[in-house]
């Protein structure tokens, strides 16, 4: 329950040993701040808390606000983020907005200051921090710190206070700096929000009289505020790479969100580089539907997981969700093609090997494959995809006529290290048997561009060095560069011990092998693989492509037995092609 009393005692302790002030002041304050209302309200709704709690309050204040639906799909459905927004009414603008994003995020919790708590209808969606003197308790910033590391929302309001009238209009006071300093040690990108809300004049003038006056007042100003409608604005995520600016002040850094979140707000050139929304998932059980119904059953594994082939079939929710999910994948790698979807003009020609988790009901990862021989006939009016990349000679003409390109391969990050993987390999393999034409697999692998230069170099030379092509079958059609001195990194005697060295030297740079080279590497024997050129592509945030063949009748005989004559699978999948 709300109490004046409470808050002041808990707050100001110091006021509990003097009765002859406190008991006036208390007084005053429980008019001010409309205490019977505020507990009448309280009492009326004690079975609610949290959104719905929020929820209660808009609609005793009859308040409504308005965003725009491609705004709002900016808010990533999944994810670490911080959101920053100014605080014009620093009362119902933080519910109004708190309210909103969890219609999105439902996960989002709101940097607040630690009175609020005092609310406590309000506590298992607020995270406090103390605005007053700066001081966050240890236990409190560790709350904060490990709401993001569980890939939450949180709702920060960077000024740390009600904005006040000045000479440009109603504007945050000082940002200080604990979003930033928290978002960039989590490495989570940044959305701005604009709420459009005002105080009342007599609030604006007793704030230039008497700044602490006005703040008393916040609550008497928050019942002005019925019927009121607050229209939102919201911008586009800023990633870390934008406001990662080492030779910036910080001062200036706070000065440049600001501004770019007034930009926001009034329809102007933001300031940061920002990165379009990755688009909201499909209904689950549409999707559902079209695996069942539309798609070939490959299998399906002793953890409740069901392998899919699919087949593309005119506006389907299967093919936008894992559009959706390879965006979500890649961009989490540092690559992707930074639209709302990764779905191009070569995935209606394309085979769709889909992992689906039927406890979850969410797909774990796909692959796609086309047969090489029929895209890449000269009237065929896509082709294949790594052509794009690479220009393929002579010499890949017989690879055609029994070759499976793959590409686009993706686990989706709460799947990762869980043998998604290997599952989705399973499914190659299911195919081949049904297929055996098929003897040799070739597509793009792809290098991220947050690899520094020094590891991109490493990881290149040392796969060109044991896995490069006697005969290359093509070249890139924008080469990465290799430098001479990289290359003398290895002797090429003794694979084995040359691969714990490279696996140390990259790990002391902060950076491990990139999973599909290691995969690739692991399933075939030396002569059974080989990369033919490495290529940078400026359309997948300039990652670096590396192509990769590999003949299947040159897996290891474990690999071999596992995934192409599938002698091993009963006890992980049972097969229903055969």
């Known amino acids: 329950m709300f109490s004046v009393a409470d808050v002041i005692y808990k707050q100001y302790p110091q006021i509990a040993n003097q009765p002859v002030l406190a008991k006036p002041l208390i007084y005053l304050l429980r008019q001010l701040l409309n205490e019977s209302e505020i507990k009448a309200f309280v009492a009326q709704y004690p079975h609610l808390s949290g959104i719905d709690f929020v929820e209660q309050v808009l609609d005793y204040f009859n308040v409504t606000y308005s965003v725009r639906d491609a705004e709002k799909a900016r808010i990533p459905t999944t994810g670490k983020v911080v959101i920053i927004a ?21 996960d989002v919790k709101v940097m607040a200051n630690q009175m609020l708590m005092s609310v406590t209808a309000l506590n298992n969606v607020l995270l406090p921090v103390n605005n007053m003197s700066g001081a966050t308790a240890r236990q409190d910033m560790d709350k904060i710190k490990q709401h993001l590391s569980n890939e939450g929302a949180l709702l920060v309001f960077p000024a740390g206070e009600v904005s006040r009238l000045r000479p440009q209009g109603v504007r945050d006071t000082k940002w200080r700096s604990g979003f930033y300093r928290i978002a960039k040690q989590h490495q989570a990108p940044i959305l701005p929000m604009f709420i459009d809300a005002k105080n009342s004049p007599l609030f604006y003038s007793l704030s230039m009289l008497y700044k602490p006056l006005s703040t008393v007042l916040l609550v008497k100003e928050m019942f002005k505020q019925r ?19 080492p030779h910036l002040p910080l001062k200036s850094l706070l000065k440049l969100f600001k501004k770019h979140l007034y930009a926001v707000g009034f ?51 299967l093919m936008r969700e894992i559009g959706r999910l390879r965006e979500v994948s890649f961009r989490a790698v540092g690559e992707g093609t930074l639209h709302k979807r990764d779905i191009d003009q070569y995935d209606p020609h394309y085979f769709h090997l889909v992992l689906w988790d039927k406890d979850a009901l969410e797909i774990v990862g796909a692959y796609r494959f086309a047969d090489a021989a029929k895209l890449s006939q000269a009237q065929h009016k896509t082709g294949l995809y790594s052509a794009t990349l690479f220009d393929y000679n002579e010499h890949m003409q017989p690879y055609f006529s029994q070759g499976l390109e793959l590409g686009r391969s993706f686990v989706q990050p709460q799947y990762w290290g869980k043998r998604s993987l290997d599952y989705l390999w399973v499914g190659i393999g299911a195919f081949i048997r049904k297929y055996p034409k098929y003897r040799y697999l070739f597509g793009p692998v792809s290098l991220s561009d947050t690899y520094p230069d020094e590891a991109k170099q490493l990881i290149i030379a040392f796969y060109s060095l044991y896995f490069g092509a006697p005969l290359p079958c093509a070249q890139a059609t924008i080469p990465y560069v290799r430098k001479k001195l990289t290359s003398t990194q290895f002797n090429g005697d003794d694979y084995k011990t040359e691969f714990t060295h490279f696996k140390h030297v990259l790990a002391n740079m902060g950076y491990a092998v990139p999973t599909l080279f290691k995969q690739y590497s692991d399933i075939a024997q030396p002569e059974g693989i080989h990369y033919h050129a490495f290529n940078i592509d400026p359309n997948f945030n300039n990652c670096v492509d590396g192509l990769v063949m590999v003949d299947i009748q ?25």
């Open 86 to 106: 100014n605080h014009p009414l620093g009362s119902l603008d933080g519910l109004a907005l708190l309210k909103m994003i969890h219609e999105v995020r439902p």
């Open 227 to 245: 019927k009121a409608h607050f229209p939102i604005r919201i911008g586009e995520l800023i990633p870390v790479s934008s406001y990662t600016l």
């Open 267 to 317: 329809d102007k050139t933001p300031l940061f580089q920002t990165q379009t929304p990755i688009a909201l998932p499909e209904n689950r059980a549409q999707v559902l539907r079209e695996l069942q119904e539309q798609c070939e059953a490959l299998g399906q594994t002793s953890d409740n997981k069901a392998i899919y082939l699919y087949r593309h079939t005119e506006s389907s929710a």
């Open 554 to 578: 040159m897996l290891k005989p474990k690999k071999y037995k596992r995934y192409i004559t599938g002698e091993k699978e009963s006890s992980t999948i049972q097969n229903n092609m055969i």
